[in-house]
């Protein structure tokens, strides 16, 4: 009967639509699973890149030597950008500066952030810098702890 019929086609919506969620969120799960292995591969090509980097020569506003090693947050600043501008990836990473407004670049669009910073470890005479570069992008859902975000750390031992 027409009563049956459309009980069945109800059954059968309720169905698609449970499956299409799951669905749906198993596909923003892998896009937030390979955006994050893309930021990791980005972050051992910027180690790759700092094994033998050394400053440019220096600009007005500068602190360093030409060739010295990075120190502080203003020389891995500019290997970032060096970073950037050597491998150009001008359109597909976006350096985050005091004062900047980072891009809202989603997982899947193979476009990140890149955030420079620094943390005190330590106390007294053990106190060290770390600094550290972090790639990110915004995730696809809302699951916050599947962020794309992979983090790699420079410290003052390396600067030597």
Not at 21 to 42: I, Y
Not at 133 to 147: D, E, I, L, P
Request: net charge negative.
């Amino acid at each position: 009967t027409l009563v049956e019929l459309i009980v069945v086609i109800a059954i059968m919506a309720v169905l698609a639509g449970t499956i299409a969620g799951v669905t749906v969120s198993q596909l923003n799960k892998q896009t937030n699973n390979t955006a994050k292995t893309e930021a990791q591969t980005l972050v051992a090509d910027f180690r790759n890149f700092m094994i033998d980097y050394t400053l440019p020569a220096p600009g007005e506003d500068d602190n360093w030597k030409e060739g010295a090693k990075v120190s502080d947050v203003l020389g891995l600043t500019q290997a970032v950008k060096d970073f950037i501008k050597d491998n150009q990836q001008e359109d597909k990473l976006f350096l985050v500066e005091e004062g900047e407004t980072e891009k809202d670049w989603k997982a899947g669009q193979h476009k990140f952030n890149v955030k420079v910073g620094s943390v005190e470890k330590g106390e007294g005479t053990n106190k060290t810098t770390e600094f550290t570069v972090t790639f990110y992008c915004t995730q696809k859902g809302n699951n916050a702890s599947q962020k794309p975000t992979a983090t790699y750390t420079y410290s003052d031992e390396l600067a030597g």
